[in-house]
């Protein structure tokens, strides 16, 4: 079956640290991937995604990801950490004739120390 | 100015009780979704409708029952609550759905229900 793998269910950084947040999926064929936001009691909000073309994908909030297919990987890193950016990330994914169906990571909760 | 709404935002209810939660959307998207969020935070989506049609229909319960009067609206009902459906559920809607993988998802703010 088709999963999405979250590794770490919460992440601690200081402020100004590097942000490094890790997301593997299940199959080698190409999906779709996406990164979403969740601030507290808010809903999801798209931070990237990655279609085709450059695997190294810029978002907004200072984030980007990186596709590597040989790894099956999308991880989604931020050179520098602000308290503003604590909050519940999710990894998700969507394989070519799914219909409409994405699948979500487990979440990882990324908390910034001052 | 709100792209996805819902309606309640929070509801405590109790056991055996039915009830609904209304999610409406501006954007002009062909296709909306129900997600369920647990305690955990994980997501799993339930429904999802493409112009009034449901596509998909995560083997819920029959107790869960979507309804789409229009392509702009997807509400749910759920009829004799219980315990375990205690969760954040979530709306979302895409532009559309057919061979367009990449549609973005616009999330609803969510509606916390408590069943006691």
């Known amino acids: 079956a088709q999963s999405v793998t979250q590794l770490g269910s919460h992440v601690s950084v200081s402020e100004g640290a590097l942000v490094l947040l890790r997301c593997n999926y299940s199959s080698s064929v190409p999906p779709y991937l996406f990164w979403y936001v969740q601030y507290p009691n808010q809903g999801l909000q798209l931070l990237l995604k990655?279609?085709?073309?450059?695997?190294l994908v810029k978002g907004i909030n200072g984030f980007e990801a990186e596709f590597k297919k040989s790894e099956t990987s999308f991880h989604l890193t931020k050179p520098s950490a602000h308290m503003s950016d604590a909050a519940e990330y999710f990894c998700a994914v969507r394989w070519a004739g799914s219909a409409s169906k994405i699948i979500f990571g487990s979440g990882t909760r990324l908390s910034i120390r001052p | 100015d709100t792209a996805v709404s819902q309606t309640p935002k929070y509801l405590v209810t109790q056991m055996g009780n039915d009830k609904s939660i209304k999610c409406e959307q501006n954007?002009?998207?062909?296709?909306m979704y129900w997600y369920k969020q647990d305690s955990k935070k994980f997501l799993k989506i339930m429904f999802s409708?493409?112009?009034?049609?449901?596509?998909i229909n995560e083997t819920v319960p029959n107790r869960f029952s979507p309804k789409s009067p229009d392509k702009a609206h997807l509400n749910l009902h759920i009829n004799s609550l219980e315990l375990g459906d205690s969760a954040v559920y979530f709306c979302a809607s895409s532009r559309s759905v057919a061979g367009v993988g990449t549609d973005t998802q616009y999330f609803g703010p969510g509606t916390r229900l408590t069943v006691l």
């Open positions: 990655y279609t085709t073309g450059a695997t």
């Open positions: 954007l002009g998207h062909d296709t």
């Open positions: 409708y493409n112009n009034k049609e449901l596509i």
